[in-house]
């Protein structure tokens, strides 16, 4: 796209805006156009647009009780929390978490399903999720019209612009367009993001990511995801393609190439013994992770190895990632976190082993262990960025991908 294009920059313009009124309102107008450096008209434009769209409201503040008082209240603006409301959800191997949030990302209602449904066939997979949308959406007080986006966040390799999960752990079959399915079964605009994408949004409007603009985001699930913010906007590949950290090349030879997931993923770190008796029910139930931190606790000689090497592992890849791209903070997140001391003193000392001296001072490494709610929030942030884009004036809210 060109970025002298007129509509393209409107549309940037209106996002910032809406945006510099959801992190600082109430804001005055001036204040506006100081924080985005944008110019007074074009603020009092898109305000003006965004008014009598129903997108934010007007607050008078100051000393309008005291008669004395000289010169008028400030008009202060504010995002209208009833402007639009969306629905997002994190799909994870055994369970299914859906909120249901106002204009400003608030959560109104939410709903957790302990649902095992990886490898089950895909529609099996849509008629769960289809179910549990409309559940939330009932519990809000809502019906399905008065949705105007859902956005779904999928573990693996997701396409944002077109919908389609190229690969995921979850589903049993490669390319699925899985933004159109959930689209036609509930009549409302449908996203598909990768999970990873989603938390780092989360962590962004909500979390350990509030007071910046870059950021890099590192989940550690049953797939090692990425996400990368620069300039309050998502890094995504072409086509808005996700970043898989566990296809990351750690090594190669003549007989193998060793990718992190093969060190640090999921399975390579509960091994064979997670098969077996209590541990294989522990992780069939999702709870493979704390089972693992209780028998490390134990002292079992195996896990302690596997989480030690795991931990390696990551910190080297989360000092290649600061290297490429500076960021002021590495935030870390995910079921891994549960493995406790070891997994996360040998993540920091690989770390520190690792990083060049010339940038070791220039990230700060924040281990958070985010609530399954701020994952689906996360993913209905993903939801409110694509209808704070949107040209409302004109069309509305994010049309549905074409196919």
Same mark, same amino acid.
């Given at each position: 796209m060109?970025?002298a294009?007129?509509?393209?920059?409107?549309?940037?313009?209106?996002?910032?805006?809406?945006?510099?009124?959801r992190?600082h309102?109430?804001?005055?107008?001036?204040?506006?156009?100081e924080?985005?450096q944008l110019s007074?008209?074009?603020v009092?434009a898109?305000t003006a647009s965004?008014l009598d769209d129903g997108?934010?409201?007007?607050?008078h503040?100051?000393?309008?009780r005291n008669?004395?008082?000289?010169?008028?209240?400030?008009v202060?603006?504010?995002?209208n929390?009833?402007?639009?409301?969306?629905?997002?959800?994190?799909?994870?191997?055994?369970q299914?978490n859906?909120?249901?949030t106002?204009?400003c990302?608030?959560?109104?209602s939410?709903?957790?399903l302990?649902?095992?449904?990886?490898?089950?066939?895909v529609?099996v997979? $849509? +008629?769960?999720?289809e179910?549990?949308v409309r559940r939330?959406v009932v519990d809000a /007080?809502l019906s *399905? !019209? @008065?949705?105007d986006?859902?956005c779904?966040g999928?573990?693996?390799v997701?396409?944002?612009?077109?919908g389609?999960?190229r690969?995921s752990?979850?589903l049993?079959?490669?390319d699925?367009?899985?933004a159109?399915?959930?689209?036609?079964?509930?009549?409302?605009a449908?996203?598909v993001? $990768? +999970?990873s994408?989603?938390?780092t949004?989360?962590?962004?409007w909500?979390?350990? /990511?509030?007071? *910046? !603009? @870059?950021?890099?985001?590192?989940?550690l699930?049953q797939?090692?995801?990425?996400?990368?913010l620069?300039g309050g906007q998502?890094?995504?590949?072409?086509?808005g393609?996700?970043?898989?950290?566990g296809?990351l090349m750690?090594?190669?030879?003549?007989a193998e190439?060793i990718?992190l997931s093969?060190?640090a993923?999921?399975q390579?770190?509960?091994?064979?013994?997670?098969?077996? /008796?209590?541990?294989?029910e522990?992780?069939r139930?999702?709870?493979?992770m704390?089972h693992?931190?209780?028998?490390i606790?134990a002292?079992?000689?195996?896990l302690?190895?596997?989480a030690?090497?795991?931990?390696?592992a990551?910190?080297?890849a989360?000092?290649?990632?600061v290297?490429?791209?500076?960021p002021?903070?590495v935030?870390?997140v995910?079921?891994?976190?549960?493995?406790?001391?070891v997994?996360?003193?040998?993540?920091?000392?690989?770390?520190?082993?690792?990083?060049p001296?010339?940038?070791?001072?220039?990230?700060?490494?924040?281990?958070?262990?985010?609530?399954d709610?701020?994952?689906a929030?996360?993913?209905?942030?993903?939801?409110?960025?694509?209808l704070?884009?949107?040209p409302?004036?004109?069309?509305?809210p994010?049309?549905a991908?074409?196919?």
């Amino acid at each position: 796209m060109k970025t002298a294009d007129p509509e393209l920059m409107r549309a940037i313009n209106r996002f910032t805006v809406l945006d510099t009124i959801r992190r600082h309102g109430p804001i005055s107008r001036v204040e506006i156009s100081e924080r985005s450096q944008l110019s007074t008209t074009t603020v009092s434009a898109i305000t003006a647009s965004l008014l009598d769209d129903g997108l934010i409201l007007t607050r008078h503040e100051g000393d309008i009780r005291n008669a004395a008082a000289r010169g008028r209240p400030r008009v202060m603006l504010v995002l209208n929390p009833d402007a639009a409301r969306v629905v997002g959800a994190k799909i994870a191997a055994h369970q299914m978490n859906f909120v249901v949030t106002d204009f400003c990302g608030e959560v109104i209602s939410h709903l957790s399903l302990p649902i095992r449904v990886n490898r089950q066939p895909v529609g099996v997979i $849509s +008629d769960l999720i289809e179910d549990g949308v409309r559940r939330c959406v009932v519990d809000a /007080g809502l019906s *399905l !019209d @008065d949705i105007d986006t859902v956005c779904i966040g999928f573990p693996g390799v997701i396409e944002h612009r077109t919908g389609l999960v190229r690969s995921s752990p979850i589903l049993s079959e490669p390319d699925v367009d899985f933004a159109r399915e959930m689209s036609q079964r509930l009549n409302v605009a449908t996203i598909v993001e $990768s +999970d990873s994408h989603a938390i780092t949004l989360g962590h962004h409007w909500f979390g350990k /990511g509030r007071d *910046l !603009d @870059d950021m890099v985001l590192v989940s550690l699930e049953q797939t090692l995801g990425l996400g990368v913010l620069n300039g309050g906007q998502l890094f995504r590949g072409a086509g808005g393609l996700s970043h898989n950290l566990g296809d990351l090349m750690m090594g190669c030879g003549l007989a193998e190439t060793i990718r992190l997931s093969a060190l640090a993923g999921e399975q390579a770190i509960l091994g064979e013994q997670s098969q077996q /008796g209590r541990f294989a029910e522990a992780v069939r139930l999702g709870r493979g992770m704390a089972h693992a931190q209780t028998l490390i606790a134990a002292e079992d000689n195996g896990l302690t190895a596997a989480a030690t090497r795991a931990g390696e592992a990551i910190g080297i890849a989360v000092a290649n990632i600061v290297t490429l791209f500076g960021p002021p903070r590495v935030v870390i997140v995910g079921s891994s976190l549960l493995l406790g001391h070891v997994f996360l003193t040998t993540l920091s000392e690989a770390y520190r082993r690792a990083i060049p001296p010339s940038i070791r001072e220039i990230a700060e490494l924040v281990f958070d262990n985010s609530p399954d709610e701020m994952w689906a929030q996360g993913a209905a942030v993903v939801a409110l960025c694509e209808l704070y884009e949107s040209p409302w004036g004109t069309t509305g809210p994010a049309p549905a991908p074409q196919h």
